[in-house]
């Protein structure tokens, strides 16, 4: 394996044996298309993403479920809290707050 920052990236062959259950959304960071880097020898996915470590600005944020106003709340992030950015997308930014999540969805605003 080689190390890059905190997380171990795999190296050599990776293979999954038989089906792995889906976790529930708002969990784990993985979704159809990304994962986290730290997923790559549970879960089958067309890229891994190493994460960018940012912070939550001073009016704390709530992550989300899905990139919407109106979408469920997974967890309330606290201000100056670490997040680790996955993909950006319009003004809406996934990622998770640690390779065991939570993850979900925040306005790219409520980021440091």
Request: contains cysteine.
């Amino acid at each position: 394996m080689t190390n890059t920052g905190e997380y171990t990236l795999p190296v050599g062959q990776l293979s999954l044996s038989g089906p792995v259950a889906r976790p529930e959304p708002g969990t784990l960071p993985l979704r159809g298309d990304i994962a986290h880097i730290a997923l790559a020898n549970r879960y089958l996915v067309a890229a891994y993403v190493i994460p960018i470590p940012r912070e939550i600005g001073a009016a704390g944020a709530q992550l989300l479920l899905t990139p919407s106003d109106t979408a469920e709340v997974v967890t309330t992030l606290e201000p100056g809290a670490r997040f680790e950015a996955l993909d950006y997308a319009g003004d809406w930014c996934w990622g998770c707050c640690g390779p065991e999540g939570p993850s979900g969805y925040l306005p790219i605003a409520q980021l440091a």
